[in-house]
């Protein structure tokens, strides 16, 4: 392979800078909410929602919307968008720096910030993504929370078989019966645990963001703090020997050894020294006598 398309340059970017859980996350969004929401929930909620025991003219729709004031299937859509949104926008950012990268003359030239892949020969400088990547995690984690707590607060856990309206018009209090109560409340409760999944899922992307952003300023410390010992000259070095002979009498002249020096053992066994100079000066004396 010698060369690489801007797409597959951006796909082999993502992939680099979106962790394995990120990827999972995707999945999930992909293959299990959104259709569920369209195969599942959309047919469910377009049947006739509510009968009320009146013939007032709109006296089931108001108290219908006082029972639930949002649709559900519409709520979750507007959901999946919204926390879709922020990894949508993540890529076209990516993609834009693709494409900026690419369009640069020295587009070849090594960023600060960058890795390389090698595939066939091929040398390319992968765009470090690390810090935007966790600013869209926890805006996608707070839009889930956020979304979380509105359908709690807006649809409940749960849809009931009847329940009392006294909503104008209605002129008392009358009984509304909801269709398909027990299979619409199955389908909240999936997707009450998709969301559940959703974000643990994206907690654990962004643990798992912040030990890969912190891993390398970890080691680049690391660096550093060598490069500053080996500057100081702290390094393993043999320590210079203290106890070395300074004077004559603790100096011992190995046979062999340097024509400055020699060794001379007397009759009782004691070694002392005499220098080059001393045996010349003795030997000249004995042959003046």
Request: charged share 15%; glycine share 6%; aromatic share 8%.
């Amino acid at each position: 392979m010698r060369y690489i398309s801007p797409v597959g340059y951006w796909i082999l970017t993502l992939s680099h800078n979106v962790t394995i859980v990120g990827k999972i996350w995707l999945m999930v969004m992909i293959l299990l909410r959104v259709p569920i929401l369209l195969l599942a929930g959309y047919p469910l909620y377009k049947e006739q929602e509510v009968t009320c025991n009146t013939v007032m003219p709109g006296c089931a729709t108001q108290c219908y919307d006082s029972m639930v004031p949002v649709s559900p299937i519409r709520y979750w859509l507007v959901q999946t968008i919204m926390v879709f949104l922020p990894y949508a926008l993540f890529s076209v950012y990516v993609f834009h720096k693709v494409i900026k990268l690419m369009a640069k003359p020295n587009a070849n030239r090594r960023k600060s910030n960058s890795s390389t892949y090698h595939e066939g020969g091929l040398q390319i400088e992968i765009l470090d993504f690390r810090r935007d990547y966790v600013i869209h995690l926890v805006l996608r984690i707070v839009l889930e929370l956020g979304f979380c707590v509105g359908q709690y607060s807006l649809c409940g856990t749960g849809v009931p078989n009847t329940f009392a309206c006294t909503r104008s018009p209605c002129p008392h209090i009358i009984d509304c019966f909801i269709s398909r109560p027990t299979e619409k409340s199955f389908l909240m409760i999936l997707m009450w645990c998709i969301g559940a999944v959703s974000l643990i899922l994206s907690l654990l992307d962004l643990i798992l963001a912040f030990h890969r952003r912190c891993r390398p300023e970890k080691i680049k410390k690391q660096i550093a703090l060598l490069e500053n010992d080996s500057l100081k000259g702290v390094c393993s070095e043999t320590p210079a020997p203290t106890n070395l002979a300074t004077t004559s009498e603790q100096m011992v002249i190995y046979p062999g050894g340097p024509a400055q020096s020699l060794e001379k053992t007397d009759e009782f066994g004691n070694d002392h020294l005499i220098t080059h100079r001393q045996a010349k000066t003795k030997k000249e004396s004995g042959s003046n006598l």
